[in-house]
């Protein structure tokens, strides 16, 4: 299932595929990272010089997309070049390569899943590049902003901060039947609908026991998108803000043509912010 228009990744690409080609390093794949019961794949970019005790940057692609074409398709790797971090981009093991984002396994913090997967690279960063464990950060586009939104609430001892471009608030996409790697209408349409209370205690339960902060968060999402219908970003932007005890409802504040013209960003405390954008692609 494509989640976003070939229109829209075609202009992605055609706007970075100049940038891979004066790289520093290339994309390698490590084989063997830890405890992996999806095999999802791990593939990194690192530069020739990173900083001492470099962060790292995730960055998830998106369905039908590899590692590959979202290392050569998105701005990280030149970013990593002029500031000295490593980019790690996990790759899906799942046909048509969208993530599991509704399993019960994925869904629960060390229960295995595409999640467990993804989670078991950070102490490899760690342990093999020096990163520092306080600045790794996770960022996704579409099924991967998804698993980021996942990633945030079932493993938030991982990461500093996430940016989520056009996905889900993580347990909208569950399958009811506890099918991996399901496709959910409801919620792809935006026709799931909880308050903050109700997606605060849904995150908490992915990871039982758990009493140490959660991740700062950026939340983007088109407003013309029809796959992943807009309403999803008050979902995410509700879920986020029951964690931090925020009023989803009363924004601290709201910034027009921020952060680039087009884009309306919504402030609802320090550790949570939403910005729709204004998306004429991806109309069906
Ligand atoms: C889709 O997700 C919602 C929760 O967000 C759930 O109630 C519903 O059962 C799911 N649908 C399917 C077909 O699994």
């Known amino acids: 299932m494509a989640y976003l228009s070939r229109t829209l990744l075609a202009s992605i690409l055609l706007l970075y595929s100049g940038l891979v080609a004066g790289l520093t390093s290339t994309l390698q794949q490590v084989t063997n990272y830890g405890t992996n019961p999806t095999k999802v794949g791990m593939y990194y970019y690192k530069p020739t010089t990173v900083k001492p005790n470099p962060a790292v940057i995730f960055a998830i692609?998106?369905?039908?997309?590899?590692?590959?074409?979202?290392?050569?398709?998105?701005?990280?790797?030149?970013?990593?070049?002029?500031?000295?971090?490593?980019?790690?981009?996990?790759?899906?093991?799942?046909?048509?390569?969208?993530?599991?984002?509704?399993?019960?396994?994925?869904?629960?913090?060390?229960?295995?899943?595409?999640?467990?997967?993804?989670?078991?690279?950070?102490?490899?960063?760690?342990?093999?590049?020096?990163?520092?464990?306080?600045?790794?950060?996770?960022?996704?586009?579409?099924?991967?902003?998804m698993m980021t939104n996942v990633m945030c609430a079932v493993y938030p001892n991982l990461f500093a901060a996430a940016t989520v471009y056009s996905g889900v608030a993580a347990g909208c996409f569950v399958s009811s039947s506890g099918g991996v790697d399901a496709w959910n209408s409801s919620c792809a349409q935006g026709q799931v609908s909880q308050t903050s209370a109700q997606w605060a205690t849904q995150v908490r339960a992915m990871y039982p026991g758990y009493t140490g902060p959660y991740v700062p968060i950026q939340e983007y999402h088109g407003t013309a998108d029809t796959t992943l219908y807009p309403e999803n970003l008050g979902e995410e932007v509700k879920e986020w803000a029951g964690i931090f005890g925020y009023n989803a409802a009363a924004p601290t504040q709201v910034l027009q043509n921020t952060p680039l013209s087009g884009y309306t960003k919504s402030i609802y405390g320090p550790a949570l912010q939403g910005a729709y954008f204004f998306l004429i692609l991806n109309r069906r």
């Open 61 to 145: 692609h998106y369905c039908t997309g590899t590692a590959q074409a979202y290392f050569s398709g998105s701005p990280y790797a030149q970013l990593a070049d002029t500031y000295g971090f490593i980019v790690i981009y996990p790759s899906s093991p799942n046909s048509g390569t969208c993530w599991d984002v509704s399993s019960k396994a994925t869904l629960t913090h060390n229960a295995g899943g595409d999640s467990l997967g993804i989670a078991n690279m950070v102490p490899y960063a760690i342990s093999t590049w020096g990163a520092d464990p306080n600045r790794i950060f996770v960022t996704g586009s579409s099924s991967g902003a």
